[in-house]
Structures are given as C-alpha cells and as structure tokens.
C-alpha cells in the first residue's frame, strides 16, 4: 500500500515540478528504508557478551574483575588480551573458586564422597567393603621387581598433572599449554606478589557436590535426554561459545544439557551464591579483586553476574581484544621463591630437602609414592619406593643396581643430559639430569 500510494503521488506532479519531484523522491526513499527497518524482527542483544567484566559501584575508587574460565589447558582457553594481564596486575587479590595454596592439604582430609575422613568413622569403607582378610589366589603371589622399576620411572602421576597441567596425551599435547586457566591466573598472582584466596570453601564445596549427586538419584523428574537441536547445543558449540565470549550461548547449551534441576540447584546455583557472597566480603574490605570463576557460574538470572548486580555493583563487560603474546611470555619467566625444608621418611631410610610438605597421593599401590606440588612455579617433587624382594630371585644390591641401570635409557621421560654414578650412606645410585 505504501509502494502505491508513492506512484499515486507521482502521477499527480507536474513536469515542471522537478526540483520538488527530486526531494520528495529522496524523502519517500528515506522513509522506506527506515520503515522496513522497523519492520524486521529485533535481534535479541546479548545480555552476556564477553568472558570478562569490570565489577565498580558502590562507591569503589577502583574496579575489580570477573572472569570465567575453563578448567582445562587447551589454547582456546588461552586467547588472553592485554586487558586481562592489565586486571591482575591492578588487583590486590586474586582468587580462584577454592585455593590452590591449600588444595594438597584438603584433599588429604577428604575421600571421594566429600567427607572429612576420621579414623574412627571411615567413610572409605563404602569404596572398599572387602574384609581385611580376604585373600585371593594373588595375595601371596610376587613378580619380578623390574616392572616396578620401569613404572617408578616413567610414572606420570595422575594427582600431580590434575593440580598442575591437566594434559591429556601426545596427540593433545600439541595444543595445550603448560597449565589450565585457573592455576595460570594463580600463578600470576603469585608472580606478581599478589595476595591469593578463594572464593568457596574447600570442604563445604565438596560436600555441595555430594549432596547435588546424591539428589540427583533421588530426582524423580529427571530430564529425558533430547536429540532434537543437539548438535546447536554441542561440545563445538560449547567451545565456540567460550572461543567467542559469548555467554548467552554457553548458558543456553548448559540449561540444554541439564539433567536434574535438583542437582543443578547444589551444583550451581547454591555455589553461585557462595561465591557472590565472597567476593562482595572481599571488595568490602576495601581490596580491589581479581576473580576467575568456571563460565557456567556467570550468566543467567541466578548467576554470579546478576547475583552481585542485586547487591548494588555495576558490572560491565570487557572487550577480548588480540591475544597477549608479550605479556605472557614475560610472566612465564617470572619464578616465585621458595624456602626448602628437610622431610624425612617414616623409617629414617632418607631425608630429603623440598620445599613444602610430602602427601601420600600415588595411585599404584606396588609404589610407595610421596608427592609434593609447587603450585606457584608449576614443578613436583616425588620420592618413590620400590620393595623388591630381590633376595627371592638371588639378587643382591649389585645385581639390582645392574638392573636399574639397564632400565634407565628406556623409561627416563625426554632426553638424559647427564648421568652420574653416586653413593649415599653406603647406597649406590645415579644422579640423573633429563629434558
């Protein structure tokens, strides 16, 4: 009708008319564009669009940062712009959800159901309900200790690469870091001599999760797995999501994805306040924050975003510009010193000079493996034990030591610079430089 009555008009213009035929030519054309314009449906703006947000308001004098991160060493999580470098360096303190500086202590204290474990109470107990004193045709049977030998070498202890590098294999290694995003943003913290926290509590974290597991069993309207738009909510869009910052999208692939409300309740929702509530503890002491919490806990109405805008504070996002290359390689330079102590066995058999505290985390029980994380310089210590029983098989310590050096060239990860035969106490032994 609009078209119409434009020709109508025109019908009626003189010839002679034909600075006026020009102006209204250039109106109407002007008023068609903007009228479809306003005809076409509205794109809904992103509410959450970037990984990163400036935290000001409530009469702060300066701003403190949100991030979300993902817990994994692949580049994509990676892309980190000089805004990023720019925010740690400005904060006080810098806080992940739990802190890394206590992680080795609590997870020493607690099993997997997220218990505090007591001796007298042991909650191991529902992992492991064999009697102590069953036996089977292999309890009284013994192997030849060069097997133990070769794992005590080439042991890549699972606890220490999920505190420090969460890699994945040869064929991921390639396009991984040296780390995760979490324990690098710790690690700058520390280089830069900030002051570290966490914004949960280790032990009421683990416990949160047990008990969203657990209701999650229980959850009589448990979602049915859907297969329609499964591949718009997939792991390539879930990376895509995180790659281009856009968290409108990552919490619509969650809320897809979900299973259990009742879970999703404990899991996130009850951790998203928690962790509002400690970073609003932290700010109000006057300290500006950096804080780096997993993606999923940012967006939505009951998100940390909009949990810490209800509290009073402006959050903005921040752009992801290019990534960072300088400033990064600037930090990986950086060592943060330590102070070493002498630990010393159970026995009396050694001491050793680390520079912290020795846990029992190894995972092959043939192995007695004590393990040590600096968490700030990404490096372990380890000391491991080998019962060889070699008497059984006529071995003395000569024939061992023969054995040991045989193994050696085989199962020492990367390159051997050095070895160098040594005698400690009456022990003979190699001391071993590799890359």
Not at 50 to 66: A, D, F, N, V
Not at 102 to 115: A, H, L, P, R, V
């Amino acid at each position: 009708s609009l078209q119409h009555g434009i020709l109508h008009l025109l019908k009626t213009i003189q010839p002679q008319d034909t600075n006026f035929m020009k102006r209204t030519l250039l109106l109407l054309v002007s008023l068609i564009y903007f009228l479809s314009l306003a005809a076409q449906p509205k794109i809904k703006d992103k509410k959450y669009p970037s990984l990163l947000w400036e935290i000001t308001g409530k009469g702060l004098k300066k701003p403190s940062y949100l991030i979300g991160t993902m817990h994994v060493s692949s580049k994509l999580a990676f892309h980190l712009p000089d805004s990023f470098y720019f925010a740690i360096r400005n904060a006080q303190v810098v806080a992940l959800e739990t802190n890394p500086e206590t992680w080795q202590e609590d997870m020493s204290k607690y099993d997997f159901s997220g218990e505090t474990y007591n001796p007298e109470n042991n909650f191991y107990g529902n992992y492991m309900s064999i009697p102590n004193d069953y036996l089977s045709i292999n309890t009284l049977k013994f192997y030849k200790y060069t097997g133990k030998i070769e794992r005590s070498l080439f042991s890549n202890p699972s606890t220490i690469n999920n505190l420090l590098y969460r890699t994945y294999g040869n064929e991921s290694s390639d396009f991984e870091e040296d780390t995760y995003l979490d324990m690098y943003i710790y690690q700058c913290g520390k280089k830069w001599g900030k002051k570290v926290t966490g914004v949960e509590n280790y032990g009421e974290s683990m416990k949160l999760m047990a008990e969203a597991y657990r209701d999650a069993a229980k959850d009589k309207n448990k979602k049915e797995r859907s297969y329609d738009g499964a591949e718009e909510y997939s792991a390539d869009k879930l990376q895509e999501a995180y790659r281009t910052g856009n968290l409108d999208l990552l919490d619509s692939i969650n809320k897809f994805n979900s299973f259990s409300l009742a879970f999703d309740e404990k899991f996130l929702y009850r951790r998203n306040e928690i962790q509002a509530a400690s970073m609003d503890s932290i700010i109000k002491t006057g300290n500006t924050l950096f804080v780096g919490v997993g993606a999923a806990h940012l967006p939505g109405e009951r998100g940390v975003i909009e949990i810490l805008r209800k509290k009073g504070y402006k959050l903005r996002p921040v752009k992801m510009g290019e990534r960072d290359s300088r400033d990064k390689d600037l930090v990986d330079k950086l060592r943060v010193p330590v102070i070493f102590h002498t630990e010393t066995a159970d026995d009396g058999l050694f001491k050793v000079d680390i520079p912290g505290k020795f846990y029992k985390f190894g995972e092959d029980a043939a192995l007695d493996q004590k393990q040590y994380a600096d968490m700030s310089n990404g490096s372990y210590y380890m000391v491991t034990r080998i019962m060889t029983n070699a008497w059984m098989w006529g071995h003395d310590e000569n024939d061992v030591a023969k054995t040991v050096d045989s193994l050696l060239y085989e199962n020492i990860p990367g390159k051997i610079l050095s070895k160098t035969m040594i005698a400690k106490n009456g022990y003979k032994g190699f001391d071993i430089t590799n890359r």
